[in-house]
Structures are given as structure tokens and as C-alpha cells.
């Protein structure tokens, strides 16, 4: 049924991609298409949020806003090409929206063709206008550029971390250890070695999966993976997972900083970064011509060369 589910939304994308007016940046309101493997992770609502969820899409991208119930969606491996290994997919956009197509169903769909169980996570946001004219708006408002980071005294560049967001994260902490607890309980139905249990995110998704390494009392996280998030140093936990990290250079979250490598290298934790030439913000998988569009080959021999793409031993 998962497949099935795949086969028919990814031809839904691909007819979405490829009309002509929804190549550009523009923002057109999208109808709400059918998630019929989404789980919901029963975690809540969200507090002062009088806005229904609703979907728009740009640059052929669905994305879903004002979201108040949490869901993972399973895209499981094909019966016999199945590691054992799991990989929790946290999408990106601000914690005001999510990118659910490009950083979340084609990333799990991609994990799940080389053998690993992925779950997409449709985390709780926080609130926007419940127009989308408005909401739009609010999109395009001017925005004052990034600072750079600071010049020492001695001419090196100073780690600076990115802008302190103000937000409470409690809800999308507790949505992501929902979405594992639930991996865990259903890890034989699934296939899966709760050793090897991992999460990637991009952007304010690389943010939640950076936030649970952190602070969660319940999440023992394999490996992570810090998809052009936020680049400022850490206090990195004893019990830290390998990390591979990717951003490009031409990145407005980049600025020249290496403070979260830096961090986990200083920790004795394993680190693999990678800082591509170009590819901007928010490349998913890839976009035509840019040198980060490999990044997700260099992610699966990184796996394999740690130990996470091993086939699950008899025991388990």
C-alpha cells in the first residue's frame, strides 16, 4: 500500500513541477492532497492558533502551514532490499510552514529505495495568517540583510552563532519524540533496529533535529544529519551521534561560520562536513547545476562506511 501510495503522489508532484506558471517564486494556493499513510503522533494542538492548516505551493513545491497536529508518515523499503536502519525526515521552512515535498516526501522516498525505513515528520508550527494574501505578504516583506561575522583582533573570523529565535520549541520537540517513541514501539512491524535510528532535517528542520540532539531525555539518535541549518557552536552533548553536515557557501546561513563542526570536533564525536561551492538555500536533493546536488550520494557512503547501512544482525 506504501508503494502504491508513492507511485501515484510522486506522479502527482511531477504533474505539479512541471506547469509552467509554478516555476517561479510565486505563491499559489494548493488543496490539500491526500496523506492516507500519515500516523497521527496525538501530541497536542497548538495554543492561540485560530488558522486552519492549509497548503500552498512555490516553485512547484507543496508546502502545508498553521499545522496543529503532528504526523509521521512511514516510506518503507521494498520487501528484501530493507538494512534495518531508520532515518527520521525533519522538513524545513521556519517553523512556519513545511517544505513537505522537496526536504521531506522525496527525501524519504530516495532513503527508502537504498533499503532504509524513513519517516517524514509534519511537525506542529507556529501560527501565520490564516489568509494567503496575507500570509504572502508577511513572505515578502523586506528583510534586513544577515550580518557577518565579526572581525577578531587578530584578523580571524569570529564563530558567531545565528539570530536567537525568541520562539518556544516544546512543541516540535515533543512532536519529534513522539515520532521515535512510535519507531521504537513499532520497530519489528517495521523492520526496524532500534540502534540505528537516525534523523536528518533541513533548514529549521536541521534545527529540530540539532534542538532534540540536545535537549531531548528520550531520544537515542544513531547519526544525525544537519541539512544547510544553522552553522553557531554548540554545547555538545557526551552522548552526541555521529554528525554529517552539508551547506553551500553562497547559503545566507553559512557567513563564513564553522562553529558547529568546530563544536563536535573539539567533543572527540565524529564529523563529517561538507561546504559545496553553490546551491543556496532550501536545494533538497538538488537543483540543475549546482556542485551540493551530490550530497546525498556522499550521505549514503557515509552510512555505509560507518556501520548504518549493515543488514540487521539475526538477534534483533
Do not use: C
Request: aromatic share 12%.
Amino acid at each position: 500500500m506504501l508503494h502504491k501510495f508513492r507511485s501515484a503522489f510522486f506522479g502527482m508532484l511531477s504533474l505539479i513541477a512541471i506547469s509552467a506558471y509554478t516555476q517561479d517564486g510565486t505563491i499559489y494556493p494548493l488543496e490539500a492532497p491526500s496523506e492516507p499513510n500519515a500516523i497521527p503522533l496525538k501530541t497536542g494542538g497548538v495554543d492561540d492558533q485560530p488558522a486552519s492548516e492549509s497548503w500552498f505551493k512555490q516553485w512547484g513545491d507543496p508546502m502545508a502551514r498553521n499545522i496543529t497536529k503532528a504526523t509521521l508518515t512511514p516510506f518503507l523499503p521494498e520487501p528484501g532490499k530493507a538494512n534495518g536502519a531508520a532515518v527520521i525526515v525533519a522538513p524545513g521552512g521556519g517553523f512556519r510552514w513545511l517544505s513537505l515535498g522537496n526536504e521531506g516526501w522525496e527525501v524519504a522516498d530516495a532513503l527508502a529505495k537504498q533499503g532504509y525505513a524513513a519517516f517524514v515528520l509534519k511537525y506542529r508550527l507556529h501560527p501565520t495568517a490564516d489568509s494567503l494574501d496575507d500570509f504572502t505578504a508577511w513572505m515578502n516583506r523586506p528583510r534586513p540583510p544577515a550580518p557577518a561575522p565579526a572581525e577578531t583582533s587578530d584578523n580571524e573570523k569570529e564563530e558567531t552563532p545565528a539570530p536567537p529565535r525568541e520562539w518556544d520549541l516544546s512543541n516540535q520537540l515533543e512532536d519529534a519524540e513522539a515520532a521515535y517513541a512510535m519507531i521504537v514501539k513499532r520497530a519489528k512491524e517495521w523492520g526496524v533496529d532500534t540502534d540505528r535510528i537516525g534523523m536528518i532535517g533541513f533548514s529549521a528542520g536541521a534545527g529540530l533535529t540539532m534542538h532534540s540532539t540536545l535537549h531531548s531525555k528520550i531520544m537515542k539518535l544513531a547519526f544525525i544529519g544537519p541539512i544547510y541549518g544553522g552553522m553557531g557552536p554548540v554545547e555538545v552533548p557526551e552522548n552526541a551521534p555521529p554528525m554529517f553536515n552539508v551547506i553551500a557557501s553562497d547559503d545566507f546561513l553559512f557567513r563564513g561560520q564553522f562553529g558547529v563542526i568546530d563544536s563536535w570536533y573539539k567533543a572527540g564525536i565524529p564529523v563529517e562536513f561538507h561546504l559545496y561551492q553553490n546551491g543556496g538555500h532550501g536545494f533538497g536533493l538538488g537543483n540543475p547545476n549546482r556542485t551540493s546536488n551530490r550530497w546525498f550520494d556522499a550521505f549514503m557512503h557515509w552510512l555505509d562506511v560507518n556501520g548504518f547501512q549493515s543488514k540487521m544482525t539475526a538477534e534483533k
